[in-house]
């Protein structure tokens, strides 16, 4: 049972999963303890009610450590801290994009630690998250049913074996609010144009995007079938798909989207 909890780097992603594993009773707040470099972002933790560690010696006399920052700072804070990490051995949890377990532990002198990585969305601030994990060899029963309750307690989660999926993951589910949220804005932008209220367009569109998402997630039909049931021939909704067939819609966004999966690739060689 893990009940020390440290979480470094209380940015957007970490403090969208604490506050989403404190809301939905999955992490007690009286077991978190957060550090981050940056004031500001503590204060924030702080007026929430959680305790901030004065430094990052503290934070490391947790059981498991989630690791929060940017890729660019993993290294560093890895390295810099090989030692007190090494000794005491915590679970870590990585959420950080495009860095792999083998590369994370090859910082911390290829010790044969508890990792599991994490990819999940910006999402769990309201827990709706899509999360998936990877666990690897040195991880246990424990661990596992930990990362599966905090991150079912945010929204849904799967495990995979083959941690080379977390790149398509990444591009897929980690980014993915961006598209939609593209999306949303682009016609919200048009219902403004038009002559609606801007509150009014943010609700026509964002509740849209939600009804859709939970007619395909209800298991009532695919995508594909949405798109019949609402397009009639001769009607609006087809004279708009013919607009995005002829512009390349679907190609562009299925570039867009292997450009990001690319990219997670990329990051993981190191
Ligand atoms: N945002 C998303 O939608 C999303 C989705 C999936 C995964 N992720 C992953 O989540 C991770 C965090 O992303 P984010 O968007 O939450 O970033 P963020 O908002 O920039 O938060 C990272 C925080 O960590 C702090 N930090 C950096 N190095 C530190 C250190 N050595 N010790 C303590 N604090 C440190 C940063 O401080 P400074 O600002 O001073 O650098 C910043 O406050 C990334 O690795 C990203 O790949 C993000």
Redesign the pocket.
């Known amino acids: 049972m893990i009940s020390k909890i440290g979480l ?7 403090s969208s999963l604490a506050l989403g594993g404190i809301k939905s009773g999955a992490i007690r707040k009286e077991s978190m303890i957060v ?4 004031r500001e ?1 503590t204060n924030v933790a702080e007026k929430f009610g959680l305790k901030v560690a004065s430094s ?1 010696a503290e934070i490391f006399e947790s059981e498991a450590l989630i690791l ?4 660019k ?1 993993l290294p ?2 890895l390295q810099d801290n090989r030692s007190k990490i090494v000794e005491k051995s915590p679970l870590l949890i990585s ?4 860095i792999r377990v083998k590369h994370m532990l090859s910082f911390l002198g290829n010790a044969p630690l508890r990792v599991i990585r994490v ?4 999402a769990a601030a309201v827990n709706e998250a899509m999360s998936a994990f990877y666990a690897n060899e040195f991880v246990n029963k424990d661990d596992v049913a930990f990362v599966e309750s905090l991150l079912s307690s945010v929204g849904k989660s799967i495990r995979i074996e083959s941690e080379d999926e977390l790149d398509t993951i990444t591009g897929i589910s ?1 980014s993915g ?1 961006a598209y939609f949220a593209l999306m949303m804005n682009i016609l919200e932008k048009v219902a403004v144009d038009k002559g609606l209220s801007e509150d009014m367009a943010r609700v026509l569109a964002a509740q849209t995007c939600r009804g859709a998402a939970t007619m395909v997630l209800s298991g009532g039909c695919s995508p594909l079938d949405l798109i019949k049931m609402v397009a009639s021939p001769g009607g609006t909704t087809e004279e708009a798909l013919r607009v995005m067939d002829a512009k390349g819609f679907s190609e562009i966004v299925g570039e867009a989207v292997s450009a990001a999966i690319e990219k997670s690739r990329r990051m993981n060689r190191p």
């Open positions: 470094i780097g209380y940015g957007k992603m970490g550090y981050d470099q940056d972002r990052l929060a920052v940017k890729p700072d560093a804070l959420i950080v994009a495009g990819m999940p969305n910006i980690g609010p």
